[in-house]
């Protein structure tokens, strides 16, 4: 069995027929090849594949592409102006929030999540906010400080 | 890691869901998807067919009514943690739907999907039970009202039948003066509970009056601590007489004890009266306040029968 679905991602809609099984994470990386999504764990702990449903963050290997049928998706792809970085991705360069790089898709992707609820948070509520994502390099302090420099920009907001 | 293959419907009415479940036996529900889609992805359940229940309307939100908060079951924890009314009214069931997961888990986990869903080590059936929650359900009959205390058998065990669908939730609005309180001891990584503990307290005339009690996440399906209530109820709240009362819950654990690789059995039993005890001062604390300061109030707390 296959389903028809239309995905719109970062603004591209894409039409599509795929397995009910097919997880969102594979839709993104694997049929229409944004891999800028990561898969870590595979079991909704570790955040690496965080991704935006209608602006919403949700981590895209616990959901399935036929339940983003008609939804936009944003993900790391699309967080960027044309060459101009978003507030999140130059803080992150700024204060060096992050070592290998591979938890920082999810990582910056739940920050703009944390943004959009809590516009000006405190360290605690930073710490609290990225809790579901996991970074084996940077012991987060550098993490925290980079969302902190975000905060007070429109970074929750774009 | 790919699910087993299964055939995909979406329900867009509860009158719907109730077709496609008598058309396709074995179908499994899918709401958020956070309990069921790990458990495909592990291969635990393949189920032929699932019916995606995640768009409809009529099973989101939050109202309040007769004494009694009424939470659709697809009302996300995040919008359960963010209610203005569930703070007022449950605000236990608030603390604990905010500490499910992590907030990217909370966006998509539902109230229905978690209770149906059953997981010992879930948060909300602890505090659903504590507060006397009871479950709406639309069956093949018609509709019924299962009481939390009937409704959570076993691990991942419930009253739910075949065809049965769990519309909403409704919790009794906290009676005036009454202190909640939810504890958890979470795994660090999967954050699921390790030790749940639930408390709703009254004081009346400077001693404990109702008190209930509930422990989750070390038991296969969420308890009330009897032993607890009745060593507590009476009493003056001291701290002595909250830890003499938080050590009963070893009469309430039962042989069946979950442990695993983080935490064992032995260790979850000897954490239980820490987690009580703080469940219960937490609880007491809150109800003393309330007793304390009547006029800090705002209008809109006021007891649905006055």
Redesign the interface.
Known sequence: ?T?PVSITVNGQRYDREV???L?LVHFLREVIGSTGTKVGC????C?AC?VLLDG????SC???A??ADGAEVTTIEGLAAGEALHPLQDAFWEKHGLQCGFCTPGMIM?SH??LR?TPDPSDAQIRH?L????CRCTGYQNIVRAVRQAAGTTAGQR | MYAPDFAYYRADSVAEIGRLLRKHPGAKLLAGGHSLIPLLKLRLAAPPALIDIGRIGELKGISVADGRLRIGALTTHAQIAASSEVAAHAPALAAAAGVIGDPAVRNRGTIGGNVAHADPASDLPTVLLALGASFAVATDDGERAIPAGGFFQDMMTTALGEHDIVTAVDVPTAPEGQGQAYEKFSHPASRYAVIGAAAAVGLTGGKVGRVVVTLGGLVPAAIRAGSVEQALSGQAPSADAIADAAAAVSNDLGPDLIGDIYASAEYRRAMAPVCVKRALTAALKRASSVAEAPAARSPWWKPSWL
């Open positions: 069995m389903v397995e009910p099984r997880l595979d079991t909704s702990q955040g965080t919403i963050s949700l981590k616990t959901a399935l036929v339940q739940a999540e944390l609820v906010g809790e579901g994502n996991l």
